[in-house]
């Protein structure tokens, strides 16, 4: 059972507790909505949206995770800055979970930013994210802004291994995001593909143990794309991507992209059983002190 030497930091936005040690806190359930084929998305470029099926989706989401005693964040995807923004409106709306700020680049998601200052939504959005192609007028940008929180995401052609991807971070991400003035950054390890997943969680150690920062990563799009996973049925499917999650998880993971909210069912009990072990490890065996944002006492 991890326990790592290094001090972990734990970044708490909108009461959402996110890293430290393995079961001192919830691991971060982070569901997907506005994805390209999610079917409340009626128009990109305006935001128009089924907002009965949202509101569903969003609530079922919020049920289960109160229920199991995790934790939420939504990440809203857009293309668009003004859809982005509307979008993240109706979302802050019906729950009060932090959202990412999911743009396709940096001319969608930072006037999303901007706009989300204008309606008082800023200190509940997560910039997603800073990468390699952030440049210097993005982040003087994100400094006027005054963005609060951002994901920095270790992907790059140059940046494959693990420790490639540490150093990415140390010399290049984190920099930026200090340069931007971002008080919470969390590390994304960035998923190539479902096979090298083993890649993420070696990065995740790393993270961890050298740099105590919080980190996760997304394996959806790797896993919802495994055609041999449907080869049995949704059952089966089902069975494959909770183990997925849970193995990335067991890694040391924060958070996790688990991928479209209609989910949630399928994944957020899996892992809610796997943090709530850790939780036990780290309290009944380690004698250490866990926060209450653990499923420890909701599942058992």
């Not at 430290?20 to 359930?29: A, K, Y």
């Not at 957020?268 to 380690?286: D, E, F, Q, T």
């Amino acid at each position: 059972m991890l326990d790592y030497k290094q001090e972990q930091k734990i970044i708490e936005i909108d009461k959402v507790k996110i890293g430290g040690q393995p079961g001192e806190n919830s691991t971060v359930m982070i569901g997907t909505v506005f994805y390209a084929k999610h079917s409340a998305l009626l128009d990109e470029k305006t935001g128009k949206i089924d907002k009965d099926l949202v509101e569903k989706e969003l609530n079922e989401f919020s049920e289960i995770i109160e229920d199991t005693g995790m934790q939420g964040i939504i990440d809203v995807v857009g293309a668009y800055s003004e859809a982005l923004i509307k979008e993240c409106e109706f979302v802050s709306e019906i729950v009060e979970y932090p959202f990412l700020v999911d743009g396709l680049n940096d001319d969608s998601r930072i006037p999303a930013m901007e706009g989300l200052k204008e309606v008082g939504l800023l200190d509940r959005a997560i910039l997603n994210s800073i990468d390699e192609n952030t440049t210097e007028e993005s982040l003087n940008k994100l400094k006027e802004i005054g963005v609060k929180n951002a994901i920095l995401l270790t992907f790059g052609s140059k940046y494959i291994f693990p420790k490639q991807k540490i150093e990415f971070l140390r010399n290049k991400l984190i920099p930026k995001a200090e340069k931007a003035e971002i008080k919470n950054f969390l590390v994304d390890t960035a998923v190539l593909d479902l096979p090298s997943i083993g890649i993420n969680v070696e990065t995740t150690r790393l993270v961890k143990s050298e740099l105590g920062l919080p980190t996760g990563f997304a394996p959806a799009n790797a896993i919802y794309g495994w055609k041999y996973g449907k080869k049995f049925g949704e059952t089966s499917r089902c069975g494959a991507i909770a183990s997925i999650m849970s193995y990335c998880v067991n890694g040391g993971s924060d958070f996790v992209l688990f991928g479209p909210i209609k989910f949630a069912k399928c994944i957020v009990p899996a892992i809610s059983l796997i943090s709530g072990i850790n939780s036990y490890y780290r309290k009944r065996i380690l004698r250490k002190s866990i926060s209450e944002k653990t499923p420890l006492k909701k599942i058992f």
